[in-house]
């Protein structure tokens, strides 16, 4: 309703806005400084207390589907930190209305805003100012949209839905700082006069600390007919007016509340209501952000002046926040964004991967051989040194998202890799470590950019618990990480084997047997390993299940993953026990493990029914389908690699 | 060294029956069969085929619920001993999930407990799977004997009763004096696994007419005749102009509401009465018989509770700024032969009194923004296997920790063996 009502007064004010010329539109770059004391600034918003930076930074990320804003399109624009981005959005408007932050995905959707035919392209992204003439008609369709269920939606109407969103997200933004760009008319009255000592007009701050007397002369003039409900007086006016920039200030929450009891941050919006209300006034230090918000557009274009009250501002909130315990760990997400510990681990793997690529050619050479698993080290020490903030940040263990899932699977299979090939020296091990590390890094990358929402959420009541996140979901992720470990390892056999045994029968070298039987081993390895605690992991969710919801076990989708998991798991290890699989049969179960494990990883979640629908994740299943496709294609080269084997048997007796 | 090892302990599980000397007699000849067969039931072979048919179940169980909803999977493949399904044009009754898991127990116990080399080598694997088996008997004993539930209490409101949350009962009553009835109930088992084209009567002595009931439905709901239906209707009967139209059943099951006719007729031949029962009727339909009065309704099975609850308060907190729920809890009074007594029940923290888990499972009302005052959902069961899952748990970690931490260490060990020979 109120995603409506703000939708409204977007499309009255739109009208109003005019347009401005490019050169009007220069504005002198953010320093270093500024941005640094933005990203800190402590806000609200999805339950918690997080540092502006990543505020800003999923707001860019659901709008443009990038972490960073960018100025102009191609190589013209620049680069925009997401608390510059967001320091434009509230000081310059004007200039952030003319950055192309709004990413369209779908060339229909611009023609169902009526946009011309010659700016639209199939998926590019676009400024505020020209989706602005579309919007009205946006807005009508994501309205009639609203009925459908999300999972029945089809890609333009959950487009719609989402450029709607991010509209009218940005449009507050935009106007946040509107009210403080007003001057209000006090002139009108005897009684303004007096009120105001004579001056013709107000910032917004002197009036919001008359607001309780205001009140009351407008409800005294108030009566029943009066248009908009406010009387036609000058008092009325100016309550009017003050209402209607207030209503512009929602998002972000600033203000700290008062009171501990009281969770909610409060926007300038609900300072100005709790000054209406006698029984829960806002403090000084409140009604001060407030002011200095003034303080501040008044500075905008003096660097000096802007840090000085910008550095303030954050003083004041910071210490607002610590007063109620809140600020703790916001210099430390700050850390954690600013060192891109995830970006750092990527590159480390990526030149891992690289400098491996040249080992396997050169395998005698010293320096490849130390450096490749040091990059895997370096690599793996970035990762968890990321999962360390993120678990100190959020005072919980390791996982409790989908994305956690993905990191903590990453730094599992990297560390028990790179430990087994401690023990093996065969380099095997090692490759397969950094390929994971490479893949996984990319992978909660696309995720989070797919996602575009925070990272770091609250969590729902039944998640609410340290003792079964840390047992349960920890167990079971390892069982993942295991099982995809012996997946990948699957992979290397069947596809090295293949390639040997081709090569063999074209007259090259024979297959090693002693080194795939090896790998083999550390296929079986891997299940036995990932079966202790799949097994152990699922009966501890279903504990879990007993204590929160009356039933250890209910055959809901996502127990059935972890389910299908052990049992592919139990049914390996006793084919291989009963002699009725060896090392080419384990490596092909083996593959069909890994598929399982993304079925129960990802694909159960698309479902949206049972009472693990906590995590969907809409949207991935063309992914899942190109994984699917891929292992069943290595599950052929595996019937390959059977066919072949009387042929190389020949080969080796006629040796 | 690993194959003779596998050739050992095939040889152990029967795969292979042991060679017996010739010219013995008709009870060595049994003894061997028997041996035989009890060696295959326990085999690899038989545990691998079970443990993929389970697997490729809990597949097909999982995708059937996208569409049709998790009870209606839940009754089809898990809890089944067969079930019928079509492959091209043939159909076939497979085994259900019950049938496998019984198949499984014993495999287990044959050949993964009594035919199971017993050393040192196999000590993990034998505590693993007492474990398994613990936990399979668990699931039994929940399956067999465990009575599930919701209730829903307003503040200040108690009660000792709660509902099914899929089962129904047809509930008789014949007044006695004004105010006290006796109650006789059919209960679920016995009339909700017909068919809308299926009758089925119920005689007693007690009563002075027989029931019979017919075209009962899972889903549905009494409309007047004539009046457009997006349904069929469960029989053509029309009882007052109104007719049972059955209607598709939810992906939630709980959400379904029953319907049926009851048809009463006196053991002389002298009296009938037709009805139509549905499960949302707040009031039993009434009627008289030789000059007394009864009701007779279909309702959610009831089950008593040997406490009371009276709920005081319940809270709820949403995460600030948000709809997403934070945390919900209820302060209840649990009044038993001890007396009353003062808990709180909170999402992983139920409440567990007189062989029942009372847990915190849901709130409402939920499409209200503010309302006044909240009502709490508990859900309760009474499983007497509720804590034998987590020791079950604790036994196969140990058992599977010593075994794999065995080949972990050998593994290792020949490993560092070759590294060295090979430097």
């Keep these: 309703m109120m995603m409506w009502l703000v939708a409204a007064l977007l499309v009255t004010s739109f009208a ?109 992204r676009y400024s505020y100012n020209e989706l602005k003439p579309g919007f009205e008609k946006l807005s009508d369709l994501a309205e009639r949209y609203s009925t459908i269920q999300f999972k029945d939606k089809t890609p333009v109407q959950r487009q719609v839905a989402r450029l709607v969103r991010n509209l009218v997200q940005f449009r507050a933004l935009a106007s946040f700082l509107d009210y403080a760009r007003e001057r209000y008319k006090v002139d009108g009255s005897d009684r303004l006069k007096e009120l105001f000592g004579g001056k013709e007009t107000v910032r917004y701050s002197e009036v919001l600390r008359h607001a309780r007397v205001l009140k009351e002369i407008w409800l005294g003039q108030w009566k029943e007919g009066d248009p908009k409900g406010y009387p036609a007086t000058p008092e009325g006016r100016l309550f009017e007016s003050v209402a209607h920039y207030t209503q512009l200030s929602r998002v972000p929450s600033f203000v700290p509340p008062k009171g501990v009891d009281v969770v909610e941050w409060l926007s300038l919006s609900d300072v100005f209501e709790a000054q209406l209300r006698a029984d829960a006034p806002p403090t000084a230090k409140q009604l001060e952000v407030c002011a200095r918000f003034e303080r501040l557009l008044d500075a905008r274009d003096d660097r000096m002046v802007f840090l000085t009250e910008l550095t303030d501002l954050c003083t004041s909130l910071q210490g607002m926040a610590e007063e109620r315990g809140e600020y703790g760990t916001v210099p430390a997400e700050v850390i954690y964004y600013n060192f891109k510990f995830l970006d750092w681990s990527q590159y480390t793997f990526l030149l891992g991967f690289v400098l491996l690529a040249f080992l396997w050619m050169a395998p005698r050479n010293r320096v490849l051989a130390k450096a490749v698993p040091l990059a895997g080290l370096v690599g793996l020490a970035a990762l968890i040194t990321a999962i360390t903030f993120r678990c100190y940040i959020r005072s919980r ?54 996602d575009g929402r925070d990272t ?89 299940a007993n204590d929160s919801w009356g039933r250890f076990w209910g055959w809901d989708p996502k127990e059935n993953g972890a389910l299908m998991i052990c049992l592919m798991q139990l049914a390996l290890l006793h084919a291989r026990m009963g002699g009725l699989i060896k090392h080419l049969g384990l490596a092909i179960g083996s593959v069909g493990l890994g598929v399982v494990t993304a079925f129960s990883w990802w694909h159960v979640n698309q479902f949206d029914i049972g009472l693990h629908s906590y995590g969907p994740a809409p949207g991935i299943l063309r992914n899942l389908f190109t994984f699917y496709g891929i292992e069943s294609v290595v599950l052929l080269g595996g019937i390959g690699v059977w066919l072949l084997k009387p042929a190389v048997r020949r080969l080796r007796l006629s040796h | 060294m690993t194959n003779i090892a596998t050739q050992q302990q ?201 029931i019979k009931i017919f075209g009962f439905t899972q889903h549905g709901e009494p409309r ?50 037709i009805a139509i029962l549905w499960g949302r009727s707040e009031h039993p339909y009434l009627f008289e018989f030789a000059g007394k009065r009864y009701g007779v309704q279909l309702r959610r099975s009831r089950f008593e509770l040997p406490f009371s609850l009276r709920l005081e308060e319940f809270r709820m907190a949403w995460h600030p700024g948000t709809r997403k729920p934070k945390s919900f809890e209820s302060d209840v009074i649990v009044a038993d032969d001890g007396g009353p007594r003062a808990v709180r029940i909170s999402m992983n923290r139920p409440l567990r009194a007189g062989g029942y888990i009372v847990y915190q499972s849901n709130w409402g009302p939920q499409h209200i923004p503010n309302p006044e005052k909240f009502y709490s959902i508990f859900e309760i069961s009474d499983n007497p296997a509720d804590k034998w899952p987590e020791w079950a748990c604790y036994v196969i970690a140990f058992g599977l920790l010593v075994h794999f931490s065995m080949k972990l260490n050998n593994w290792v060990r020949a490993e560092t063996v070759r590294v060295r020979r090979a430097s």
């Design chain 1, 16 to 124: 109003a806005t005019s347009s401005t010329s490019d050169q009007e539109l220069a504005r002198p770059e953010w320093s270093a400084e500024i941005v640094a004391v933005a990203d800190h600034l402590p806000v609200q918003d999805d339950g918690r207390v997080k540092p502006l930076k990543t505020f800003a930074m999923f707001e860019i990320l659901q709008m443009r589907g990038l972490r960073r804003a960018k100025t102009a399109r191609g190589d013209d624009g620049a680069y925009l930190a997401p608390s510059a981005w967001f320091l434009d959005c509230l000081f310059y408007p004007e200039v952030a209305k003319t950055y192309p932050v709004f990413l369209v995905e779908n060339a229909e959707v611009l023609g169902a805003m009526g946009i011309a035919d010659e700016v639209r392209k199939e998926r590019d």
């Design chain 1, 397 to 450: 263990p390791p996982i409790s998202t989908l994305y956690e899932t993905i990191l903590f699977i990453t730094a599992i299979n990297v560390g028990v890799l790179l430990l087994v090939e401690l023990v093996s020296r065969r380099r095997v091990a090692l490759s397969i470590a950094i390929v994971l590390g490479v893949l996984g890094i990319f992978m909660a990358d696309r995720w989070e950019l797919h």
């Design chain 1, 456 to 544: 770091m959420p609250t969590l729902q009541a039944v998640l609410d618990t340290n003792f079964w996140l840390a047992t349960h979901v920890t167990c079971i992720t390892t069982g993942y990480a295991a099982s995809l470990m012996a997946a990948a390892l699957a992979n290397f056999w069947i596809l090295g084997n293949l390639v040997a045994a081709v090569r063999a029968l074209r007259g090259g070298p024979k297959p090693d047997d002693e080194f795939w039987r090896n790998v083999a081993r550390m296929v079986y390895g891997a299940v036995c390993f990932g079966l202790l605690f799949s097994l152990v992991g699922t009966i501890l969710g279903g504990v879990w």
């Design chain 2, 10 to 210: 095939q040889a152990e599980h029967g795969d292979a029956g042991a060679p017996q000397p010739q010219g013995l007699a008709a009870t060595a000849r049994t003894k061997r069969s028997a041996f035989k067969v009890f060696g295959l039931l326990g085999g690899f072979k038989v545990a691998t085929l079970l443990l993929l048919w389970l697997l490729w179940l809990t597949f097909i169980g999982t995708w059937y619920q996208k569409d049709f909803g998790l009870i209606a999977a839940q009754r089809r493949f898990f809890d089944s001993f067969f079930f019928f399904a079509k492959v091209g044009p043939f159909g076939c009754y497979y085994p259900g999930g019950a049938t496998t898991m019984i198949l499984l127990a014993i495999n287990l116990i044959v050949g993964g407990l009594i035919r199971i080399r017993k050393s040192t080598a196999t000590i993990g694997i034998l505590i693993a799977h007492v474990g398994i088996l613990f936990l399979l008997a668990s699931g039994a004993v929940k399956f067999l004997t465990s009575k599930a539930g919701q209730l829903m209490l307003w503040p200040d409101e108690t009660s000792s009763q709660f509902t099914a949350w899929y089962d129904w009962e047809i509930v008789v009553a014949e007044q006695l004096s004004e105010g006290s009835w006796n109650q006789h109930t059919i209960l679920d088992a016995d009339f909700t696994g017909m068919s809308a084209s299926d009758s089925r009567t119920f005689k007693t002595s007690v009563l002075p007419f027989d």
């Design chain 2, 224 to 273: 007047q005749v004539g009046h457009g239906a997006n349904g069929r209707a469960s029989t053509a009967s029309n009882v007052d102009g109104f007719r049972l139209v059955a209607l598709k059943p939810n992906k939630d099951a709980e959400h379904d509401i029953a319907g049926c006719y009851v048809l009463l007729s006196a053991k002389d031949g002298s009296h009938n009465e």
